[in-house]
């Protein structure tokens, strides 16, 4: 089992920056693919990075790519998310995942672990 904790969400101006963190525990979290995805209203919910288990690799979807890196520790059992030149579109809850396996999965019930998420808002 593995319980995941979204932190470091909030409001910026667009160009801004937010690094977003999830700390998991549960031993052999190291072993498992992270990623995360966000959901804004009225909106599926949409993946963002996802990192393998070592960090090695990583996917993050074109809409991001550029200005989001996903990195994690795996000593502090934590991913991360950071997100730079933020734009309103970008405007979601943003949920941190896991699952055991590739971490070439893109949809969301690929992935059996959740966050509760954390809100980020991207308003001048």
């Known amino acids: 089992q593995v319980q995941l904790v979204e932190s470091g969400g909030g409001s910026v101006q667009p160009g801004g920056s937010l690094r977003l963190s999830c700390a998991a525990s549960?031993?052999?979290?190291?072993?498992?693919?992270a990623a995360w995805f966000r959901q804004a209203p009225g909106k599926e919910r949409e993946f963002v990075s996802a990192?393998?288990?070592?960090?090695?690799?990583?996917s993050t979807a074109d809409s991001a790519k550029g200005r989001f890196t996903i990195s994690r520790d795996n000593a502090k059992n934590m991913v991360y998310l950071q997100m730079n030149s933020l734009k309103p579109e970008d405007t979601a809850v943003y949920y941190c995942?896991?699952?055991?396996?590739?971490?070439?999965?893109?949809?969301?019930?690929?992935?059996?672990?959740w966050g509760q998420g954390t809100q980020v808002t991207v308003s001048s």
């Open positions: 990192i393998s288990w070592s960090g090695s690799s990583t």
């Open positions: 995942a896991a699952r055991e396996g590739t971490w070439k999965r893109t949809y969301y019930s690929d992935y059996d672990y």
């Open positions: 549960g031993r052999t979290f190291s072993t498992y693919t």
